[in-house]
Structure formats: C-alpha cells, structure tokens
C-alpha cells in the first residue's frame, strides 16, 4: 500500500513561515510528478506546486515568489516551504501523488494574528 505521511502544519502568525514535509512509502518514489494541494472550509481544493523528479516547478499565482516546492529522491520526501504567510493561505495543506492519484492525510496551516 502507498502511503503519504505529511508533518509540518500548525499555527503561525503573518509574515511567518513554515515548512511541510510530506514522506511516500509502499511505491517508487521518483516515478511520481508530486504536488501539494489546500483546501479550505466552503471552497475547492487547489494546486498551490508541483514538482517533476527532474526538479521541474510549478505555482499558482498567489503563492508564487512566497511557496518553494522542493523533494529529495533519496529520502523519498517532497516539501513545501511557506515565506510570508497570509490570512488567505489558512486552509488544510495535502501532499499528492499527481501520476498515482494518492493522497495524504492533510495537515492544517493556521495563519493568524
């Protein structure tokens, strides 16, 4: 079985930053395209990055210049660095394996004054 053990999430205040760590066991790590997703209460769940194994990015614009996805194939492990934290970027964070369809079990990122 795939899993995907995410930590790093909790309660930071603006302009503060985070980093999420998500590990993927039970599967080869480097075939996957991995991404991280948020999803906060009453809206859908988007893509804030991916990452190829190549080291190939992607952002969505509004964390663009702020987020870092990185990952290191040796230690089967994809992060997420958050600088500048907004209000708006409040909402539970999930680490995905794009090409395998797996999710992890989210972790909460609470930005707040």
């Known amino acids: 079985q795939v899993q995907l053990v995410e930590s790093g999430g909790g309660l930071v205040q603006p302009g503060g930053s985070l980093r999420l760590s998500c590990v993927v066991s039970?599967?080869?790590?480097?075939?996957?395209?991995m991404g991280w997703y948020r999803q906060a209460p009453g809206k859908q769940r988007e893509m804030v990055a991916s990452?190829?194994?190549?080291?190939?990015?992607n952002y969505a614009d509004s964390v663009k210049g702020r987020f870092t996805i990185s990952r290191d194939n040796a230690k089967n492990t994809v992060y997420l660095r958050m600088n500048s934290l907004k209000f708006e970027d409040t909402a539970v964070y999930y680490c995905?394996?794009?090409?395998?369809?797996?999710w992890g079990q989210g972790t909460q990122v609470t930005v707040s004054s």
């Open positions: 990452i190829t194994r190549g080291g190939t990015t």
């Open positions: 995905h394996t794009i090409g395998g369809s797996y």
């Open positions: 039970g599967s080869i790590f480097s075939i996957y395209v």
